[in-house]
T-cell receptor
């Protein structure tokens, strides 16, 4: 069964450094998402991406965050200057359509900011 | 009032039991309802996906949506130790958004 893959599984970074989290969505999907889950808290929406542009973003997704689809297969989340509070699990998801198709998630990248 | 509420558990049941997991929500615009299973250090795995009200069955799993009460349920029949995981409800509105709003998750333990 097709799946969403994310790399790396764990990223440790010094505060203030830039970090790029990578995702390969399911190949025929058109809608891409990032969510995060702080330890012990609920999964929260960050951003959705369709047709090479952001379609929606949350309050969390400030100027320090950006997303990109650099080629036909990868989808990346960049955090420009990491803060301690960015420590969380980051999940990539993809969907074959908006709303009427379910979102499928990867296993996440655990980001630890020191 | 939180948009989506879910009892965090843990819920501990013997193997073979019927498990009932529930979520309530406040936003009447929600039309798409999902249940995900999340094992430790893994991503959410889609179990059930329903649109609007009604029931949907898939093997040992049944999802129910009662929009009038703003209440959704997931039933697991003949529960197995391998069902031990955290179960997340999620929902979305069809109106200019497809972001998922998640519950906190219910931790289920099925003991042999």
């Amino acid at each position: 069964e097709p799946e969403v893959t994310q790399t790396p599984s764990h990223q440790v970074t010094q505060m203030g450094q830039e970090v790029i989290l990578r995702c390969v969505p399911i190949s025929n999907h058109l809608y891409f998402y990032w969510y995060r889950q702080i330890l012990g808290q609920k999964v929260e929406f960050l951003v959705s991406f369709y047709n090479n542009e952001i379609s929606e973003k949350s309050e969390i997704f400030d100027d320090q965050f950006s997303v990109e689809r650099p080629d036909g297969s990868n989808f990346t989340l960049k955090i420009r200057s990491t803060k301690l509070e960015d420590s969380a699990m980051y999940f990539c998801a993809s969907s074959g359509g908006q709303g009427d198709k379910p979102q499928h998630f990867g296993d996440g990248t655990r980001l630890s900011i020191l | 009032q939180k948009e989506v509420e879910q009892d965090p558990g843990p819920l501990s049941v013997p193997e073979g039991a019927i498990v009932s997991l529930n979520c309530t929500y406040s936003n009447s615009a929600f039309q798409y309802f999902m249940w995900y299973r999340q094992y430790s250090r893994k991503g959410p795995e889609l179990l059930m996906y329903t649109y609007s009200s009604g029931n949907k069955e898939d093997g040992r799993f049944t999802a129910q949506v009662d929009k009038s009460s703003k209440y959704i349920s997931l039933f697991i029949r003949d529960s197995q130790p391998s069902d031990s995981a955290t179960y997340l409800c999620a929902m979305s509105s069809p109106y200019n958004t497809d972001k998922l709003i998640f519950g906190t998750g219910t931790r289920l333990q099925v003991f042999p």
